[in-house]
């Protein structure tokens, strides 16, 4: 009923930049927050950066003044700037969504299929 698709993956030097970018599409009456999330290997999934309706942003403290979150709500988008960025960033980066569909009272949590992110000389 909903999906969620990332773009803008890649490789890249250290201290280049990347923007990644979620479109979410189907049955969809409201969108509240939208954000991304990474998972290297061998450690925890992180919260990157989110951004709410009302586009109060949260970022964590390991990519703040490097990585901007925004969203286009006309067009169910959410992006992810990412500048100087380090081999440290190196993960897979998924896209969420906490969505109301159509017909469904309920808010549901989505998850995009994920796009690898590689900072490397």
């Known amino acids: 009923q909903v999906q969620l698709v990332e773009s803008g993956g890649g490789l890249v030097q250290p201290g280049g930049s990347l923007r990644l970018s979620c479109a979410a599409s189907?049955?969809?009456?409201?969108?509240?927050?939208m954000g991304w999330y990474r998972h290297a290997p061998g450690k925890e999934r992180e919260l990157v950066a989110v951004?709410?309706?009302?586009?109060?942003?949260r970022y964590a403290d390991s990519v703040k003044g490097r990585f901007t979150v925004s969203r286009d709500s006309g067009k169910n988008t959410v992006y992810l700037q990412m500048n100087s960025l380090k081999p440290e960033d190196t993960a897979l980066y998924y896209c969420?969504?906490?969505?109301?569909?159509?017909?469904?009272?309920?808010?549901?949590?989505?998850w995009g299929q994920g796009t690898q992110v590689t900072v490397s000389s």
């Open positions: 969420n969504a906490d969505i109301r569909i159509i017909h469904y009272s309920a808010w549901l949590d989505y």
């Open positions: 189907g049955s969809i009456f409201s969108i509240n927050r």
């Open positions: 951004i709410s309706s009302d586009s109060s942003t």
